[in-house]
């Protein structure tokens, strides 16, 4: 079975107008790539070949960006959302179908980061795997806790999750079709003991603010 992802690149980007007005933000660019252009690129020298990107505002110009992926090595599969953005959750259980029934992972289009995707692998039992990062000066108070490679909904010395995440189909099981956030149900795993994750201490940026943006355009050249 080919290795499938996912990226999240539906949102709207409120707080990086006006460049969002015309622009989705997985297309800002920074070191001379476009977001999701190196996410593509690194996700297919990871060995991932199927991407399913999810798209709503102005999302005709990420199809013509990336196309249907050959250029890169993968094959790419949109899945649209047309007229409302269905959020992280609703946004990942509309697209399941597409992922081929196994395991697969999930970046958010608006990260920079080197973190190496070919690492990520799902304990026996576990519904998800997470990827966090110590937290930013703009999520002091973090997302998770993490104690010996498991992730816990709460506990000393939480952590920001870092959008990276690999998950099993059945952690969206009993959801319905339409516009819900990941975080409940990752939560909700997590307190049942079946998520595992680590903390990645390498670079990664959330691209959320013309601020983030532009300390990261002066970081990466």
């Known amino acids: 079975m080919s290795r499938a992802a996912m990226i999240l690149a539906a949102g ?20 001379g790539e476009t977001l999701i252009g190196r996410h593509v690129r690194r996700l297919a020298g990871a060995g991932y070949q199927r991407l399913v990107i999810n798209t709503a505002h102005l999302g005709h110009l990420i199809e013509e960006a990336l196309g249907d992926g050959r250029h890169y090595g993968v094959d790419i599969v949109y899945s649209r959302e047309d007229g409302t953005a269905l959020d992280t959750g609703g946004g990942i259980l509309n697209a399941l179908e597409l992922m081929g029934g196994g395991p697969f992972a999930v970046v958010n289009g608006d990260i920079w980061t080197d973190y190496p995707f070919e690492g990520l692998a799902l304990a026996p039992g576990d519904l998800a795997r997470l990827v966090l990062v110590p937290n930013p000066h703009h999520n ?30 059945d952690l969206f099981c009993g959801c319905e079709p339409g516009i819900f956030p990941l975080a409940p149900l990752l939560r909700a795993a997590a307190t049942r003991g079946r998520v595992g994750g680590e903390c990645y201490s390498g670079a990664w940026t959330d691209v959320g603010t013309v601020e983030r943006l532009e300390e990261l355009r002066r970081s990466v050249g």
């Open 12 to 31: 709207r980007g409120e707080r990086l107008r006006p460049l969002t007005d015309r622009l989705p933000k997985p297309l800002v660019e920074a070191g």
């Open 140 to 169: 002091t108070a973090g997302d998770f806790a993490l104690a010996a490679g498991r992730v816990t909904a709460r506990g000393p010395g939480p952590l920001t999750f870092s959008g990276i995440g690999l998950y099993h189909p």
